[in-house]
Each structure stands twice: as C-alpha cells, then as structure tokens.
C-alpha cells in the first residue's frame, strides 16, 4: 500500500457521531412506530365503517329488490284481475243486451 | 430483526454510517441527517432484514444511496477549489491533521460516483468486488471510478502544493 493510499485511509477512518445520536434515532424510532400504529387503527376503523356502510348498501339494495319484484307480481295480479273483471263484465253487457232484446221482441 | 436487535444494530454501526455519510458530504449536521434517515429506514424495515453481514451490507448500500439522493435533491455539490485547502506551511505537528482535512474536503469535492468508490473503498476498506455488489455496478467499473477518483484528487492536491508550498519558498 502506497502512503498516498495510507493517507486516504487514515482521512476516511471512522468518526464518531455527535453525542446523543442513538437515542435520537430511538426517538424518532418510536414516533415513527407511534404513527404507524395510529395510522393502522385509522385504516382498520376505516374498514370497518366500509363493511358496515357497505352491509347496509346491499341490504337496502336487496329490500329494494324484493319490493320491486312484489310490485311486479302485484301489478301482474291486478292486470290478470282487470282482464277477468272486463271478460265478466262482457258477459253481463252481452247478457243484458240479450235479455232486453228478448224483453223487446217477445 | 426484533425491537432490542434494532437499538444494538444502531448503537454498533452508528459510526459506520454517519462516517460514510460525514465522508460523503464533509458536512456533519447533513450527515447525521442522512444516517438518521438510514437507521430510520432500516426499524420500517426491520422484520425483512436479517442481522450479520446482510444487515451491515445494507446499511452501507442505503447510506450511499441515502447520499446520492439527498445530494440529487438538494443540488447540494462541493465544487471545492484548491484556494479553500488548508494552508500546510502551518506548524509540523498539525501537518497530518491538516493533511487529513485537505484530502476529506479533496473526497467530498469529487463526482458522486468514484467519490462513493473512495470512500467505500478506504474508509469502509471493502474490495472492489464487494463495493460492485454494494453499488450493483460491474467490478471493472469500479476500477475505473477509483482510478479516476484517485488521479483527480492527486492532480488537485499536486495543484495546491505547487501553488502553495512552491509560492512560499519563493516569497
């Protein structure tokens, strides 16, 4: 090794940092620590609110479902209902419409 | 890693990265920023890393990085002029300490990369080899750099001592 190299060496050896240095990095270890586990509790309770938020969507989603398919179903009933109710209600007309020709040519 | 681990890695290797980084930027309140910065890094990180040499290997590997980064970002670059030398025609006793002080600032004023050579290779004195795993580099590379890195620093410190030693005898 030349003493150009030993000089180099002995100019880049090791320092000692400035007092206090570990327990700074310590410190701010701790802080950081401190904030990932609040951030942790932020992102959990935020999941949680989207579970709940999100139950209630697709709860409201599957009653609102179910009412419109009742709906359907009901307003299937009243059209069968009317269609009956008009046959019947030609009946009568064409019965009565008989009956006052029979009353009229006896 | 675990808790306890982590507080002994920092308290065994704290001088090896504020020397890289002191080395790196002759500038002790940027240094113990980046090492802060490193040890930092490392307690996000220290479930995934290993102690021993993988721990020391990349503690030095994110120190350096740490260093480039942070001179990148800042625009931070010591253009170092041979005039800013310390004047060696002092007392003798102080010569090397003077000398030492020359040849840090000399460091810190090179290009980043035989800069980072240098000091990996005489202050962490790690092998060529070994510094081209550290900077992911091939080893003929990092010849090249540290070759470079000693002429430029050879040539500025020929420089002052003919401007100044030279210039003294004559006056």
């Known amino acids: ?106 | 890693m675990t808790k306890i681990e982590f507080e002994s890695v920092v308290r065994d290797h704290q001088r090896m990265v504020y020397s890289i980084a002191c080395n790196f930027f002759h500038n002790d309140a940027i240094a113990e920023e980046v090492a802060q910065d490193v040890f930092l890094q490392l307690f996000e990180q220290h479930r995934t890393i290993q102690l021993g040499t993988h721990c020391v290997a990349w503690l030095r590997r994110s120190t350096v990085h740490r260093c480039i980064d942070a001179m990148r970002r800042s625009g931070f670059r010591q253009e170092m002029q041979v005039d800013c030398l310390p004047d060696i025609a002092s007392e003798a006793p102080e010569t090397d300490l003077l000398l030492q002080e020359g040849l840090r600032r000399l460091i810190a004023s090179l290009p980043e990369k035989p800069r980072t050579v240098l000091i990996l290779r005489y202050g962490e004195d790690m092998d060529v080899e070994e510094i081209g795993r550290t900077l992911q580099m091939p080893a003929r590379t990092v010849w090249s750099h540290l070759q470079r890195g000693t002429a430029m620093i050879r040539e500025k410190a020929t420089r002052y001592l003919k401007e100044n030693v030279l210039e003294g005898d004559r006056r």
Not at chain 1, 78 to 105: C, D, M, P, W, Y
């Open chain 1, 1 to 106: 090794m030349s003493q150009f190299e030993r000089d180099l060496r002995e100019s880049l050896r090791h320092r000692e940092p400035p007092s206090g240095f570990a327990e700074k990095v310590l410190a701010r270890s701790r802080e950081s620590e401190a904030r990932h586990t609040a951030r942790r509790w932020l992102v959990a309770a935020a999941a949680v609110v989207l579970m709940i938020g999100g139950g209630i969507f697709v709860q409201q989603q599957r009653q609102q479902a179910e009412d419109e398919r009742a709906k359907e179903q009901l307003m299937v009933g009243l059209r069968i209902t009317g269609s009956k109710l008009r046959n019947v209600q030609e009946r009568l007309s064409r019965i009565q419409e008989r009956a006052v020709q029979r009353q009229s040519n006896p």
